[in-house]
């Protein structure tokens, strides 16, 4: 069985910064795409970044880029999205999700097997 549990969500002011991590664990895969997504209050759950197993190749959504960074650490079976620049907008459940077995990058929800609980995010003066 597999878990994946986010953390590091919180309020935060516009312009603050949070760092996301998102902790893999139970069956071990050779390799997986790592993703996050967010829901936003009374929105559809959207893509939100993507990163590769080894790290090489990232995808971001146009209105997080320059904002945001996914990175992980494999060895902490272990994903992380640094949110700097925060904007009210970017208020949201924010979800990790594990793509096993792949190694080319989607935004399609329906790739990704394993779900975390969701960390929220406010932002907010």
């Known amino acids: 069985q597999v878990q994946v549990v986010e953390s590091g969500g919180g309020l935060v002011q516009p312009g603050g910064s949070l760092r996301l991590s998102c902790v893999v664990s139970g069956r071990t895969f050779s390799q997986y795409v790592m993703g996050w997504f967010r829901q936003a209050p009374g929105k559809e759950r959207e893509f939100v970044a993507a990163?590769?197993?080894?790290?090489?190749?990232?995808d971001y959504i146009e209105s997080v880029k320059g904002r945001f960074t996914i990175s992980r650490d494999n060895a902490k079976n272990t994903g992380y999205l640094l949110m700097n620049n925060l904007k009210p907008e970017d208020t949201a459940v924010y979800y990790c999700?594990?793509?096993?077995?792949?190694?080319?990058?989607?935004?399609?929800?329906?790739?990704?097997?394993?779900w975390g609980q969701g960390t929220q995010v406010t932002v907010s003066s």
């Open positions: 999700a594990a793509d096993p077995g792949s190694i080319v990058l989607g935004r399609d929800q329906g790739r990704y097997d394993y």
């Open positions: 990163i590769s197993w080894i790290g090489g190749s990232t």
